[in-house]
């Protein structure tokens, strides 16, 4: 495997990043929510998979945004 250096992610694939969180987050509530009010065991158990599925993707783009973070470029105000 080649030693490759991270490159800083462009204002496009920051605001990409973003709003998959945003829909992750989004995804995780509704599934919560309906699991919650469900009185079917199945599909009770099924959404519990998918919020927990959605926390780990919304995890990785966290992990994604935080490792990119020291190449972010500095503000000036």
Known sequence: MQNQTMQAL???ELNYIADSI?????????????ASITHNPQIQQ?????????????????????QHQS?????VQ
């Open 71 to 75: 190449l972010a470029p500095a503000q």
């Open 22 to 34: 945003t829909n992750e987050e989004l995804l995780i509530k509704q599934c919560a929510a309906t």
């Open 46 to 66: 099924a959404l519990n998979h998918y919020v927990r599925s959605h926390e780990q993707h919304l995890n990785t783009l966290v992990n994604a945004l935080q």
């Open 10 to 12: 462009s204002p496009k």
